[in-house]
């Protein structure tokens, strides 16, 4: 069989086992999606996830902001009208799929090993292009299925900016405000895109705006809301090009993550030698930070891989 084909074959086969009829779950799976008593391993943790925020996600007062407050939001809301959809966008090494595991952490018992969590990637789950409408349906019954077997079920999409255009669209239905789709009660669903997309219009207002003597505490939402959307929903090569998830306004919270600084990454250093159970040396944490390229050119403010190259780099100084 070629590679393609038996790629094809395995997803087939992987959502096809979790995306049964729904006549086939127990009585006590058919309760759980619509029983608001029934939380399938959801245990939210606010305050755990504010501190964890706080202590550790370093540079983004936007992001601990965004997402505190969605949660919350949605938390306090015993009878939602539609699920709690957050989209993160920023550059590489900005803290996106940090968020999104510590998010889950904090809501469900296991974490990103809970069988209530999916995690999809385009690269991984839908690699081909002219497959494109068997992923469509593949995908729609795997997120029916798994909402059917418990209302409380969260499902992260990675690098939505190498999703295949059109692809994500078949999930609306699961978005909007409505009481049951599909038979499957989903209103207490979490829905997560992260993206690389928006990233850089992000970067040149973070710029523009330090130019302007604005320091990042001060910038708003409001500031990169707009140039994010239209750069996601005008990019061709974009998950979300002419979206109706976008059209729709089905997104509840766009969550912007800002380019790091020096003294940012500085921070993740440190953080990466504690975990890694080495001596925290002033000099190494100076060096390592200093290995990293940054930009523009001239004033070299922002680091251009943000934090996502420190781990590697750390062990070049032991």
């Known amino acids: 069989m070629a590679p393609g084909?038996?790629?094809a074959l395995a997803l087939t086969l992987l959502l096809a086992a979790a995306a049964r009829p729904a006549a086939a779950w127990d009585l006590w799976a058919l309760r759980c999606g619509f029983s608001a008593d029934c939380e399938c391993g959801f245990g939210p943790d606010l305050r755990g996830l504010e501190c964890d925020l706080a202590m550790n996600l370093v540079g983004q007062p936007l992001v601990r902001q965004q997402?505190?407050?969605?949660?919350?939001?949605?938390?306090?809301?015993?009878?939602?009208?539609?699920?709690?959809?957050?989209?993160?966008?920023?550059?590489?090494?900005?803290?996106?799929?940090f968020v999104s595991s510590m998010l889950i952490r904090y809501l469900f018992q296991g974490g990103l090993q809970s069988p209530y969590v999916h995690q999809f990637s385009p690269i991984v789950?839908?690699?081909?292009?002219?497959?494109?409408?068997?992923?469509?349906?593949?995908?729609?019954?795997?997120?029916?299925?798994?909402?059917?077997?418990?209302?409380?079920?969260?499902?992260?999409?990675?690098?939505?900016?190498?999703?295949?255009?059109?692809?994500?669209?078949?999930?609306?239905?699961?978005?909007?405000?409505?009481?049951?789709?599909?038979?499957t009660n989903y209103r207490k669903a979490i829905f997560i895109f992260i993206s690389n997309a928006?990233?850089?219009?992000?970067?040149?207002?973070?710029?523009?705006?330090?130019?302007?003597?604005?320091?990042?505490?001060?910038i708003s939402l409001q500031d990169l809301e707009l140039a994010i959307s239209q750069a996601v929903f005008e990019n061709p090569q974009s998950g979300f090009w002419k979206s109706g998830i976008i059209n729709e306004h089905l997104i509840d919270f766009v969550v912007p993550f800002l380019p790091l600084k020096h003294h940012h990454?500085?921070?993740?250093?440190?953080?990466?030698?504690?975990?890694?159970?080495?001596?925290?040396?002033?000099?190494?944490?100076?060096?390592?930070?200093?290995?990293?390229?940054?930009?523009?050119?001239?004033?070299?403010?922002?680091?251009?891989?943000?934090?996502?190259?420190?781990?590697?780099?750390?062990?070049?100084?032991?």
Not at 163 to 176: A, E, N, R, T
């Open 5 to 7: 084909a038996a790629a």
């Open 265 to 318: 990454v500085k921070q993740c250093v440190i953080s990466e030698l504690i975990q890694q159970g080495l001596e925290v040396h002033p000099d190494v944490v100076q060096e390592v930070a200093d290995s990293i390229p940054y930009f523009p050119e001239e004033e070299k403010m922002f680091s251009s891989t943000g934090c996502k190259t420190v781990a590697s780099r750390i062990s070049f100084f032991f």
């Open 125 to 183: 789950h839908f690699p081909h292009a002219e497959r494109i409408e068997q992923y469509k349906e593949s995908l729609k019954r795997w997120i029916q299925g798994n909402l059917t077997n418990c209302g409380r079920s969260a499902f992260l999409f990675d690098e939505m900016d190498k999703m295949h255009p059109g692809l994500i669209d078949v999930i609306m239905p699961f978005l909007g405000p409505s009481w049951v789709v599909y038979g």
């Open 67 to 97: 997402v505190v407050k969605g949660v919350r939001e949605f938390l306090e809301n015993q009878n939602p009208v539609k699920p709690l959809v957050m989209s993160f966008h920023g550059s590489t090494g900005t803290g996106k799929t």
């Open 198 to 218: 928006g990233g850089e219009q992000i970067n040149e207002m973070t710029l523009a705006l330090w130019r302007a003597r604005k320091d990042r505490e001060e």
